[in-house]
């Protein structure tokens, strides 16, 4: 059994909470008693894409566990990169490998990944076809049932799934992007997307509204369980509060 701790959305710089909520829920998973693997972090890490925003995130996020982070629509990669490190990131633990993939476009908040990043993944990939592999980024590539996170997903979904097919030992996409807990499928297989740390996202069934963000919900992240004897992903969704 491997674990993976999955977060995303941290904003920092976005709000006056948004460094504690971060150090909150990094405080919590670091306290952990069982086994964690991995720490992952699917975009949006700065809100202003300032280094000054990328220096504080990278002291937040510092961790003994292995930990991967990929840029988001509120990051810019030059800025990322100089203080984060690559925007494309792999974790080759002994049983799976984990390829987290920048899909942000300048200056725009819907994603793609361009032609570089689909050949890295296929190279990563390749490496290790008989290992478990998890793939991630930014943006959904399928509508989550909310229309604001909906225009602005992943561009080109089918170069994903194309991808995918070419690589049959993928077993999940995890993803962030909408601040809110869905589970859903792409590509024959589960693609999760982490709670937002910074904020949630209330759907217009439950709200009335088209778009509304509640800073006062707790943070969450996503828990993943794989099992690599029985081919299983469990995921669990849980809020942190102090």
């Not at 990939?125 to 290992?131: D, F, N, Q, T």
């Not at 996170?149 to 097919?165: C, N």
């Not at 937002?196 to 828990?223: H, M, R």
Request: glycine content about 6%.
């Amino acid at each position: 059994m491997q674990v993976y701790a999955h977060i995303s959305d941290t904003h920092i710089g976005g709000s006056d909470q948004s460094v504690e909520r971060t150090r909150l829920v990094m405080r919590h998973l670091l306290s952990f008693p069982g086994q964690l693997d991995a720490i992952l972090v699917t975009g949006d890490i700065a809100d202003h894409a300032l280094v000054e925003e990328y220096e504080t995130a990278r002291d937040l996020l510092r961790s003994p566990i292995p930990l991967i982070i990929c840029p988001g629509n509120h990051d810019r990669v030059p800025e990322f990169e100089k203080i984060i490190g690559p925007a494309n990131q792999v974790l080759r633990l002994d049983g799976a490998t984990i390829a987290l993939a920048d899909s942000s476009i300048p200056g725009r908040d819907d994603g793609h990944l361009s032609d570089e990043t689909i050949a890295w993944l296929d190279e990563v990939l390749s490496e290790r076809p008989e290992v478990p592999a998890f793939v991630g980024m930014h943006h959904p590539a399928v509508p989550l049932g909310v229309p604001y996170v909906d225009e602005i997903r992943l561009q080109e979904p089918e170069r994903l799934a194309a991808l995918l097919d070419r690589h049959p030992q993928v077993v999940a996409v995890f993803v962030g992007h909408a601040h809110t807990a869905v589970a859903t499928t792409f590509a024959g297989r589960p693609l999760i997307v982490a709670p937002g740390v910074v904020s949630t996202l209330v759907t217009p069934t439950e709200s009335g509204a088209t778009v509304i963000v509640d800073y006062d919900l707790p943070p969450a992240f996503a828990l993943h369980l794989f099992d690599a004897d029985a081919g299983t992903l469990v995921t669990h969704f849980r809020p942190v509060t102090p």
